[in-house]
């Protein structure tokens, strides 16, 4: 089958730049950025575990982890129909069916889609916005994708709480103006926050995305990473960050 049979209408192809995968994407929907792929790298999935991604969207995280690490088996979980058939797409289109699954669903009700302490690893690249921040309109797609309309930041705590394993670990990319909330609360739900790296679109802007590990009943000892710079002097990407994309990205 071909890949263009896998689009419908005013959907696109966007390469992922890693082992030939591509991604089913509508521009007037909600499409990935660059914070799923900075948590995509952010994430450390050791050989044969299992990953959960909540909020997965098109799926874009559980792909990009499928190729760059060796895990075992990922799952992403969505609550908007078309973009869970997006990612169901993408998954069959790049042959990812025997290790990546994509469920329909919403996360606060995790208990009815998986089973307490079975996921090794949980990403999430979540609603940033508080619901009352800006006028938003509750039925449209990119407005529950970007504000907390549909879950909110305890949601997705509560929930990976409860499909971590003991010792399982969270990732999340998020803004910088909620981090002291996104500290204590993650401490308060039993996910001990255990790293931490700022974004900064260049080093002498103020920061745009932190990227958090925390991890299920872990001791205290908070981790700082050296912030990560997206753009040198020049507006091109720095080396990391060129890195972190792949072969193919400028």
Same mark, same amino acid.
């Given at each position: 089958?071909?890949?263009?049979?896998?689009?419908?209408?005013?959907?696109?192809?966007?390469?992922?730049?890693?082992?030939?995968?591509?991604?089913?994407?509508?521009?007037?929907?909600?499409?990935?950025?660059?914070?799923?792929?900075?948590?995509?790298?952010?994430?450390?999935?050791?050989?044969?575990?299992?990953?959960?991604?909540?909020?997965?969207?098109?799926?874009?995280?559980? !792909? @990009?982890?499928?190729?760059?690490?060796? =895990?075992? %088996?990922?799952? +992403? /979980?969505? *609550?908007?129909?078309?973009? $869970? #058939?997006?990612?169901?797409?993408?998954?069959?289109?790049?042959?990812?069916?025997?290790?990546?699954?994509?469920?329909?669903?919403?996360?606060?009700?995790?208990?009815?889609?998986?089973?307490?302490?079975?996921?090794?690893?949980?990403?999430?690249?979540?609603?940033?916005?508080?619901?009352?921040?800006?006028?938003?309109?509750?039925?449209?797609?990119?407005?529950?994708?970007?504000?907390?309309?549909?879950?909110?930041?305890?949601?997705?705590?509560?929930?990976?709480?409860?499909?971590?394993?003991?010792?399982?670990?969270?990732?999340?990319?998020?803004?910088?103006?909620?981090?002291?909330? !996104? @500290?204590?609360?993650?401490?308060?739900? =039993?996910? %001990?926050?255990? +790293? /931490?790296? *700022?974004?900064?679109?260049? $080093? #002498?802007?103020?920061?745009?995305?932190?990227?958090?590990?925390?991890?299920?009943?872990?001791?205290?000892?908070?981790?700082?990473?050296?912030?990560?710079?997206?753009?040198?002097?020049?507006?091109?990407?720095?080396?990391?960050?060129?890195?972190?994309?792949?072969?193919?990205?400028?």
């Amino acid at each position: 089958m071909e890949r263009a049979e896998f689009l419908k209408e005013g959907e696109r192809l966007d390469s992922l730049q890693r082992d030939g995968y591509d991604i089913i994407q509508h521009p007037g929907k909600f499409c990935f950025g660059m914070d799923a792929v900075l948590l995509s790298a952010f994430a450390k999935v050791k050989k044969d575990e299992t990953v959960l991604d909540l909020c997965t969207g098109t799926g874009v995280l559980p !792909i @990009l982890l499928c190729a760059k690490t060796e =895990g075992r %088996e990922f799952a +992403g /979980l969505e *609550i908007q129909k078309e973009s $869970a #058939d997006m990612a169901s797409r993408s998954v069959t289109m790049n042959g990812l069916s025997e290790r990546v699954r994509i469920i329909e669903g919403d996360l606060k009700e995790a208990e009815a889609f998986f089973a307490s302490a079975s996921f090794d690893v949980v990403t999430c690249n979540p609603p940033y916005m508080i619901r009352d921040n800006g006028l938003v309109n509750p039925a449209d797609s990119l407005a529950i994708a970007r504000h907390e309309i549909a879950c909110t930041l305890d949601d997705v705590l509560k929930a990976a709480v409860y499909v971590l394993k003991p010792g399982g670990r969270f990732y999340m990319v998020h803004r910088p103006f909620r981090l002291a909330e !996104i @500290l204590r609360k993650m401490s308060e739900a =039993g996910l %001990e926050p255990k +790293g /931490l790296r *700022i974004v900064y679109p260049k $080093a #002498d802007r103020e920061p745009n995305m932190v990227l958090v590990e925390g991890k299920k009943g872990g001791r205290s000892g908070l981790v700082m990473e050296k912030p990560l710079i997206i753009m040198d002097e020049n507006n091109v990407y720095t080396k990391e960050v060129s890195d972190i994309y792949g072969p193919g990205e400028e």
